[in-house]
T-cell receptor
């Protein structure tokens, strides 16, 4: 099976930088994705890392270390609208079917205050 | 582009009835769609992987006879919750992985999520 761990909650102020960590244990690992979900809404794609290193997309960056089974999402210049839940998700290959699937982490609730 | 719709957005039903939820990819074709369930303040739990023209692959612990999945076309998958009970009340979300039809280059791994269906069983 798969297991992913994230902090349950992180708080920060506007303009700050916050890092949300994700550790995982899985077989058939392809890559690590990050999703944002506002209350009552659908998850929206933020980033995907298949290789080690840092990927930057605007205010958000994502990092992966395959050897450490670890990744993080870095959010810079925080805004109030960034208050949401953030999920890491591993893309894995299911050996018995040959299909890829996303398995989500426990989620981190980010609260941004003025 | 890359819009996935779900219908209905919310449904309330009596215990023992069946409920069908539709998931459509509006501007692209998806050979693979996924169904997730999310309880309040919890993570998304993958229920099953739906492949067009073949049987769905269910995750461990998910009853395939209770959660019927049909993926009859490249743009439509349906989830039917049969004989629903209050414990089935949850937020059901589908997602689709694009195979063709999108004008812009899409990361291979990207899944597009529907807006979700909130099911309440009385």
């Amino acid at each position: 099976g798969q297991s992913l761990e994230q902090p349950s909650e992180v708080t920060a102020v506007e303009g700050a930088i916050v890092q949300i960590n994700c550790t995982y244990q899985t077989s058939g690992f392809y890559g690590l994705s990050w999703y944002q979900q506002h209350d009552g809404g659908a998850p929206t794609f933020l980033s995907y890392n298949a290789l080690d290193g840092l990927e930057e997309t605007g205010r958000f960056s994502s990092f992966l270390s395959r050897s450490d089974s670890y990744g993080y999402l870095l959010l810079q210049e925080l805004q109030m609208k960034d208050s949401a839940s953030y999920f890491c998700a591993v893309l894995v290959l299911t050996m018995n079917t040959g299909f890829q699937k996303l398995v989500f982490g426990t989620g981190t609730r980010l609260l941004v205050s003025p | 582009g890359a819009v996935v719709s779900q219908h209905p957005s919310w449904v309330i039903c009596k215990s023992g009835t069946s409920v069908k939820i539709e998931c459509r990819s509006l501007d692209f074709q998806a050979t693979t769609m996924f169904w997730y369930r999310q309880f309040p303040k919890q993570s998304l739990m993958l229920m099953a992987t739906s492949n067009e023209g073949s049987k769905a692959t269910y995750e461990q612990g998910v009853e395939k006879d209770k959660f019927l999945i049909n993926h009859a076309s490249l743009t439509l998958s349906t989830l039917t919750v049969t004989s629903a009970h209050p414990e089935d009340s949850s937020f059901y979300i589908c997602s689709a992985r694009a195979t063709r039809g999108l004008a812009r280059r899409v990361p291979y791994n990207e899944q597009f999520f529907g807006p979700g269906t909130r099911l309440t069983v009385l």
